[in-house]
């Protein structure tokens, strides 16, 4: 007999006009890890940080661990006690897909561990490990500009869940 | 059993059999999640030879103390010969580096935090093992694994090498030090090729 497949989609947002922020909320219980692939934009150019926030947390409850190479060097840094993760980059044009994987999501035990893969192709490309110092359950991801640009039409937001074995 | 996906056939609605069922690409293995007493090791056997790829993903941590964070081994087959190899680049968040490892007798395949850290924080790791099963081949491993403790952490990417063309029906991991610890938790997956 088959046994069943995971990686669902769950949820898919493309912008259809400019928009200050993308919400998944009320996100099901019943799988083991998220999957949030975004191809944004920014409506401004000048370019800045897609960030993003969970369970409406504003404290400075997040922090993140990173690597990136910028086409000659390779560097890491660090944020402590931060309001908020910065999984993505932001410019005028569709150069920057983000990728975040959250890690037992829905447990009610660990602190929640988030990898995400930032780019902008034309000049960088990192891998952050992001943690929120909550054991709640992840039940929203809201995501943002931290200029407050608008995220440019046509940028798409797809949320998978992938359940474990049992 | 429950019909989780009905994707293409439905959309063409031409079902003619239970084998026009599309269920995807990614099958969910089994998972170990470790119990209060710990574990020294986490490991998937008899792990069928049925796919094209296999992924672990999960949450790690372990005992050791004072250290704030061990190494990541990888064996498969349990192989404890040096017939392994391992290139890794990481960060610290104060600086980049990059090595490698060569005739060990495991894959490092990661960093986990340890029991010198932060209390209830806990690694993320994905770990690719490529065409496993083909008997032709030395098998590779791809892992993106990270940790962060709010102002201590490691992220990195870590690339393996077994030196067999054994196809692999188990995989081990191992902490470096102490043993896994209460709530890590990995979760093997099948990845299907086309036709598969």
């Not at chain 1, 037992?104 to 192709?121: A, D, G, H, L």
Request: net charge positive.
């Amino acid at each position: 007999m088959p046994l069943p497949s995971t990686y669902t989609p769950i949820a898919t947002n493309t912008l259809s006009s400019n928009t200050a922020s993308v919400t998944f909320s009320n996100i099901p219980q019943n799988y083991t890890d998220l999957v949030l692939i975004c191809s944004t934009a920014s409506a401004t150019a000048g370019g800045n940080e897609l960030n993003c926030q969970v369970n409406s947390d504003t404290g400075s409850n997040y922090s993140f661990t990173y690597i990136l190479g910028n086409g000659s060097s390779a560097a890491s840094g660090r944020g402590s006690n931060q309001t908020r993760w910065a999984p993505g980059e932001q410019s005028a044009s569709f150069e920057n897909p983000t990728l975040m994987y959250f890690f037992n999501y829905s447990n009610t035990t660990t602190y929640k561990t988030m990898i995400s893969r930032r780019n902008t192709v034309s000049n960088l490309t990192s891998a952050f490990v992001n943690l929120w110092r909550s054991t709640s359950a992840i039940n929203t991801i809201y995501l943002y500009n931290a200029s407050g640009y608008l995220f440019l039409s046509g940028s798409t937001f797809t949320l998978y869940g992938i359940k474990a074995a049992s | 059993m429950a019909v989780s996906s009905l994707k293409n056939k439905s959309k063409l609605s031409t079902l003619t059999s239970p084998f026009d069922i599309d269920l995807g690409g990614m099958i969910p293995l089994s998972t170990v999640t470790v119990g209060s007493g710990g574990a020294a090791n986490v490991e998937f056997t008899s792990i069928p030879a049925t796919y094209t790829h296999l992924q672990i993903r999960g949450i790690g941590r372990s005992t050791q103390s004072p250290d704030a964070s061990v190494n990541v081994y990888l064996r498969l087959n349990s192989d404890t010969g040096s017939n392994y190899s391992t290139h890794y680049l990481t960060g610290n968040g104060s600086s980049a580096s990059a090595g490698a490892a060569t005739t060990s007798t495991f894959i490092y395949a990661g960093a986990v935090i340890a029991a010198g850290s932060t209390a209830s924080a806990f690694e993320g790791s994905v770990i690719d093992i490529l065409d496993y099963a083909n008997t032709n081949k030395y098998k590779t491993t791809r892992t993106l694994v990270g940790w962060d403790a709010n102002g201590s952490g490691i992220i990195g990417l870590w690339s393996g090498n077994w030196r067999n063309t054994n196809a692999t029906t188990t995989i081990t991991l191992l902490p470096s030090g102490g043993n896994w610890a209460q709530y890590s938790s990995f979760a093997l997956y099948g990845i299907k090729g086309a036709g598969a």
